[in-house]
């Protein structure tokens, strides 16, 4: 009894920081998973929004058991196959809707340079050092990093710092200083944070989810993140975007989010979706952000390394050859749309196939949970807010299962909320 058996042995030698569902998934097919008894699950969570092309999508594995049978790990000391490819392919997929290429150097430059890291918290980390040393640098010894409220960059001090949510923090004092933290969508407060310090020299970078995840679904309003973007380039500020969970068409149409608003940042950060699971991380910056780290300044024994670099690729092709940006634009929008029809919904927000329901009453944790008795991966945080990330292949045949089901459920726990 695999379950069984994992339950007693991570008891015993893991260190408490899940609470895991109990089941044990021993396989995956698209966007189903299958547990120690063969029993089909529809999975709606993917992996927390990175098994993107499908669970043991057949170009993924092959890529990655060619790769494996030739070259797994030789650190950054030496050249690879494969990862010039995919820092170009990035770099193409950051520039798409840009019609004009400028490799100069300068601020405006559109050509992005790539570090690869193993995970996005890490991605997150490396994008505050390079601010920091462009604030030391180009700012006056600006070293300060605005993010906003209620976002979430990471666990690892630094990303956790950035993360807009004290209680993830209070365990782990002292948190490291330079880290400030406004209301997402209120521009007159970013303006005012942007402006402490003579001449607003304090800050080096705002950091942004397009859309927050984590933080329960709330996406950043247009006038708000134009105004971050122009408000930080009128400063010489860098604006990070944090892409880990809206990149690689989860929002549909465009392969990153910041696309959807018509602005380009200086750097952005991604992971999940870029492997289809397998850890892989990148941070990409362009213009003088893109050559602020030198030599020595910032590592990695396993970032880029020849597997992942080759599952990357080969997602990449996947999520290319299925036109996914489209499909993902088109099944997202009938999927708010079937979300409507749930009893006791207040708001539906987000993009694409990142999506969180906010219930009136606080009955998140028991939706989820009478989802999961009926074999359907959901997510909820906090009481009020269920959320779905399903795989980008996900069809509207299974947005109708998913919803049919999910509508029973729903009126079910109304009514024993009542
Ligand atoms: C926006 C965002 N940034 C950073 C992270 C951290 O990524 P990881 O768990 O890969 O370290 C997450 C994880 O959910 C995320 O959603």
Known sequence: MLLNDQQELEAKYLMNTYKRKPVAFARGEGIHLYDDNNVEYLDFLSGVGAVCVG????????????????????????YIEGRGELAQRLNALLNEGTTTANNAEGNFSNNWKVFFANSGTEANEGAIK???KYGAKYLQGADTVISARRSFHGRTLA???????P???????????????????????????????AGGVHVCAVLLECIQGEGGVYPCTAEYLKAARELTEAKGILL?????QTGFYRTGTHPFAFQNYE???????????IGNGVPVAAIAARGIAGSVLEAGDHGSTFGGSPLVIAAANATLSELERM??????????????KCLLELPGVVEI?????MVGVEFEKAIAEQVVAAAFEEKMLLNNIGHHIVRFLPPLICTKTEIDILVSKLKKIVTNTLEQAQ
């Open 349 to 353: 927000r987000g993009k694409g196939l």
């Open 55 to 78: 669970h043991a999508n057949p170009a993924v594995t092959r890529a990655i058991q060619e790769q494996a049978a030739k070259l797994i790990h030789v650190s950054n000391y030496f």
């Open 159 to 165: 990303a956790l710092a950035a993360t807009g949510q």
């Open 167 to 197: 209680s993830k923090q209070e365990s782990f004092q002292p948190i490291p200083e330079g880290f400030k933290h406004v209301d997402l969508n209120d521009i007159s407060a970013l303006k005012q944070a942007l402006n402490q310090g």
């Open 263 to 273: 602005i380009s940042p200086d750097i952005v950060t991604m992971a999940k979706g």
């Open 130 to 132: 390079i601010a920091r």
């Open 323 to 336: 036109g996914i940006g489209q499909q993902v634009s088109e099944t997202g929008e009938y999927f708010q």
């Open 240 to 244: 990070i975007i944090d892409e880990v």
